[in-house]
Structures are given as structure tokens and as C-alpha cells.
């Protein structure tokens, strides 16, 4: 439980003028002594203003970029719109002599809304290709995402690993299919 200052100087008043020991009140009070020793000791040497709650954060942080290489980054940043995170990045190190990471670089300009989300070109669901495979060994050069065969129930996905299986299996499947299709529609004695 956290004491305000005041709190904290009622329970050391309080163990001072107890006729029990220390170590006795504090026990019935349930606070720790090393705690009591710690806001005692803060006590003697700053008073009341010891006792204040010190507040838990790091004054300072190891590896926080300083606010003037930010600034310097920003700059670069509004000089050389063209380049993305990664070539500011080496310019910078380059220029300055101060590395800073990509990521960083990155982090930067998203704060000072400097980064631009990419366009991305939006396509409508398709029921079918709309240049269609003419050969089984072009289903390779498709980029998907999902690749649903109707009649065959199986979705696959290219960002899945454990479900790019079963392609393996559809195109032997789809080989040897097309394979007897050949044969039966070859000529008698060919």
C-alpha cells in the first residue's frame, strides 16, 4: 500500500513515541521495517519534503534518441523528401556521424506525421483468372493469397507454410488428370 507524506510522518511519530519497541509497532502496524528504516532515514535528512513520493520513472533513459539528433532527423527528413527510412537512415549516419537505426528513423517521422501510408491499389474479388493458365506448370507463377478450387474444397495460402501441402497434391491430382484426358482423347495407333 502506498502512504501519502502525511501518512508517513503519522507512523513515524507514531513509532517514536510508542512505548513498545520498533520493531514491535511496526509489526502490529504491518509495515515493513526496512520500509520504515528507508522513509525514516529520508526524514532525518530532508524533513517533511523527504517523505514526498518519488516519482518511478527513470530521469533519464539510456537509450532515448536526444531530442536535438531528432530535430537534426526531422530537418534531413523535410531536405530529402524522396528517400525513405532506411536511405535517411545511412545519409544521416553518413552526414552526421551518429548512427541511428532504421526504425528509429522510422518512429521519428510517424511522430512528426512525416511518413505517408503507401497507395495501395484495391481489386475486386474475382470468381476466376482473369488471364487463365494454359499449362499445369503455370499455377507456380501465380501470386496468391488464397487460391480456392471449386469442386475440391481446398484453400490455400501463400503466408501459411503448413497449408502449401496440400498444392503439392492438387497438381499431381490435376497432372494425372490431365493426363488421362489426353490419353483418352488420343488417336487409336498414334
Known sequence: MRYPASGKLEIIRLV??????????????????????????????????GLQDQSPKPKHVWN??????????????????????????????????????EASIYRILKAHDLITSPAFIVLKAASEFKDKTTAIN????????????????VALSQHDPGRLQPLHYLLEALHE?????RDRHARPGA
Open 138 to 153: 503455370q499455377l507456380w507463377q501465380t501470386d496468391f493469397t488464397y487460391l480456392k478450387v471449386l469442386g475440391w474444397g
Open 64 to 101: 532515448r534518441i536526444p531530442d536535438e539528433v531528432r530535430r537534426k532527423v526531422v530537418k534531413l527528413a523535410l531536405k530529402e523528401t524522396e528517400l525513405s527510412p532506411r536511405e535517411l537512415a545511412v545519409t544521416f549516419t553518413d552526414q552526421e556521424r551518429y548512427f541511428v537505426s
Open 177 to 181: 488428370h490431365e493426363g488421362r484426358r
Open 16 to 49: 517514536e513515541g510508542s512505548h513498545l519497541s520498533a520493531r514491535q509497532t511496526l509489526a502490529k502496524l504491518g509495515i515493513p521495517r526496512r520500509t520504515f528504516y528507508r522513509w525514516y532515514d529520508r526524514y532525518l535528512q530532508r524533513g517533511e519534503a
